[in-house]
C-alpha cells in the first residue's frame, strides 16, 4: 500500500468511527475545507477516503452539492436486519471453541454500554451495542467474516436516526445484549442464537415502525 493510500485508508478509519460513534449524524455535509485540516491532507488524498466510504455506503456524493453522511431508506433498514439475521445469528451458532479473548472483547462492549447508560449518554451506548455484536461475530473466529459484519454494522449505525425515543429503544435491547451474553458464558451457543433471531426481529420491528423518512 502507498503512503498515500494508507493515509487515506487512516482518514477513512477516522470518519467511519465518527459515524459509529455518532458524531456525525445522517445527512450531515462533510466540509473538503475542515475535513482537510482537521487531517492535515491533500484534495486528492481526501476525496480517495471518501471513496472508500462511498463503496461502503456510509456516504453519499451529490453532484453540485457534496458529501453527505448517507441517510437510510425504509427499504435499507429492512435490508440490513435481513443481512444481520442471515449472517450475525449463522456466525454465533458457528461458533465452536469460546475463547477467554473473545468473551473478554464482548464482556468489555457490554460493560462500556452499561457505564454509558448510567450516564445516559445514548450515542455512547449505541456505539457498544456495534462493538457488542462486532465481538459476538468475532467469536465465530473467521477475520474475513469479522470483517464483512464490521461494515455492515457501521452502515446499521445510520439506522438510529430514525429512532423515535433512544432511550427506550437503547435500555431495552441493552438488557437483551446482556442475555445473550450470559448465554454464551455458560456455554449454551444454540440458546444464545435463539436469543439473537428474536432480539433482531424485535428490533426490525421497532426500528420501521418508528420510520420517517
Known amino acids: 500500500m502507498s503512503d498515500s493510500a494508507g493515509t487515506a ?7 467511519r ?4 460513534s455518532g458524531e456525525l449524524k445522517p445527512g450531515t455535509r462533510l466540509s473538503e475545507e475542515r475535513v482537510r485540516e482537521a487531517h492535515g491532507v491533500s484534495r486528492s488524498t481526501l476525496r480517495e477516503a471518501y471513496q472508500h466510504l462511498v463503496r461502503e455506503r456510509l456516504l453519499v456524493h451529490e453532484l453540485s452539492r457534496g458529501v453527505f453522511v448517507r441517510q437510510l431508506s425504509r427499504a435499507d433498514l429492512a435490508d440490513l436486519y435481513e443481512v444481520r439475521r442471515l449472517v450475525e445469528c449463522a456466525a454465533v451458532r458457528g461458533i465452536s471453541v469460546l475463547t477467554p479473548a473473545g468473551l473478554r472483547a464482548l464482556s468489555a462492549a457490554l460493560s462500556d454500554g452499561l457505564t454509558a447508560r448510567e450516564r445516559e449518554d445514548w450515542d455512547a451506548v449505541a456505539a457498544a451495542s456495534i462493538r457488542f455484536h462486532e465481538a459476538l461475530v468475532a467469536l465465530a473466529g473467521s477475520e474475513r467474516l469479522t470483517a464483512m459484519m464490521s461494515g455492515v454494522l457501521a452502515e ?5 436516526a430514525h429512532m423515535g425515543d433512544t432511550r427506550v429503544f437503547h435500555a431495552a435491547y441493552l438488557e437483551r ?3 445473550i451474553a450470559d448465554a454464551l458464558r455458560s456455554g449454551d451457543v444454540a440458546g444464545a442464537a435463539t436469543l439473537l433471531e428474536t432480539y433482531l426481529a424485535d428490533a426490525r420491528a421497532a426500528l420501521l415502525e418508528q420510520y420517517t423518512a
Open 156 to 160: 446499521f449505525r445510520l439506522a438510529y
Open 177 to 179: 445484549n446482556v442475555e
Open 17 to 20: 468511527a465518527q459515524i459509529v
Open 9 to 15: 485508508s487512516r482518514v477513512a478509519d477516522a470518519l
